[in-house]
């Protein structure tokens, strides 16, 4: 059981590059969010989505879009990469049923140049 | 959700009961109280979880006061292995279209 995987692991752009972050889950989870984490400080919400076909804003979205491919997958894509991007983004999912936790990917470490 | 009020940082040591407490003067009737830790490069994993009086698991123990106005994150005879940052979240995830917004945390850090 893989729980919830995020590809890549790393990845470096140039400026005004941009790129897709992937995250997949298998436990057949509703909702699912993404989280940027800048060094040293707490997890900021940059979108969720609460169920497939439904994407919402959290708190910082600008620079980003999301797509619910399906109910597995909820991609973030950056259009165009600025160094104020540079982060660990964490992808998570809950199930929906009542009280459940979170559960988070191992993150993808982005260096914006 | 709730807004949450945690110690920035807590130094303890080996061998100690570490006591973390959580503020959140507007919980709702319907919110739960959520601990994650966060070791450094990964994500952030669930601990515990109440609603009302204490909860304990093999981890940690959870305290919440008959108002549930804040609650208090016990862990028994903490190790090194137990330096990490704990959040607290108040709310009820499985809600609709609910957000789920992480505060600073507390930064625990253990020395031998």
């Known amino acids: 059981n893989a729980g919830v995987t995020q590809t890549p692991k790393f990845q470096v752009l140039k400026t005004g590059q941009s790129m897709t972050l992937q995250c997949a889950q298998d436990?057949?989870?509703?909702?699912m969010y993404w989280y940027r984490q800048d060094p040293g400080m707490g997890l900021r919400l940059i979108y969720y989505?609460?169920?497939?076909?439904?994407?919402d804003k959290g708190e910082v979205p600008n620079g980003y879009n999301v797509s619910r491919l399906n109910k597995r997958e909820f991609s973030l894509r950056l259009e165009s990469a600025a160094p104020s991007q540079t982060s660990v983004y964490f992808c998570?999912?809950?199930?929906?049923?009542?009280?459940?936790?979170?559960?988070f990917g191992n993150g993808t470490r982005l260096t914006v140049t | 959700l709730a807004k949450t009020t945690q110690p920035i940082s807590m130094d303890s040591y080996e061998g100690q009961e570490v006591n973390i407490t959580c503020s959140h003067n507007n919980i709702a009737t319907n919110d739960y109280i959520t601990w994650y830790q966060q070791f450094p490069s990964q994500g952030p994993r669930f601990i515990i979880q109440?609603?009302?009086t204490k909860v304990t698991n093999e981890v940690a123990s959870l305290f919440i006061p008959a108002d549930r106005k804040s609650s208090t994150l016990s862990l028994p005879r903490v190790s090194l292995s137990d330096t990490a940052v704990y959040y607290c979240l108040v709310g009820a995830p499985e809600s609709s279209a609910s957000k789920i917004i992480f505060g600073s945390g507390t930064r625990l850090s253990i020395r031998p």
């Open positions: 989505s609460a169920s497939e076909g439904t994407t």
């Open positions: 998570a999912s809950v199930s929906g049923t009542v009280h459940s936790p979170l559960h």
């Open positions: 436990m057949n989870h509703n909702s």
């Open positions: 109440g609603y009302k």
